[in-house]
């Protein structure tokens, strides 16, 4: 399902769901330029991965994984934005 929740007549935000109703991916614009730059990613409804493009240029620049849809597990930037992560940071995950 696709939506233009700012009545622009772009699309600003996306939503698929699996067989079972849950939350699969999501996608969202931002800054309202026409171009989505926020995903989401889920599992079993729990969300596991975001996505950012944070220069607006159509490439992802930031991943960050998350435990359980709460708490960062590992985050990946791209600071020269080349499309290889520069900084990547890891931290423990509650047992």
Do not use: C
Not at 64 to 90: A, C, M, S, W
């Amino acid at each position: 399902m696709k939506f233009d929740r700012s009545g622009d007549g772009k699309i600003d935000y996306a939503v698929l769901f699996d067989a079972q109703g849950e939350k699969k991916e999501e996608a969202l614009d931002f800054n309202h330029d026409g171009m989505l730059d926020d995903f989401l990613y889920y599992s079993r409804g729990v969300l596991v991965r975001e996505e950012i493009d944070s220069n607006y240029d159509g490439k992802i620049d930031l991943w960050v994984y998350l435990h359980r849809g709460v708490y960062i597990e590992r985050y990946e930037q791209d600071t020269n934005f080349d499309g290889k992560p520069d900084i990547v940071r890891v931290y423990g995950t509650e047992k």
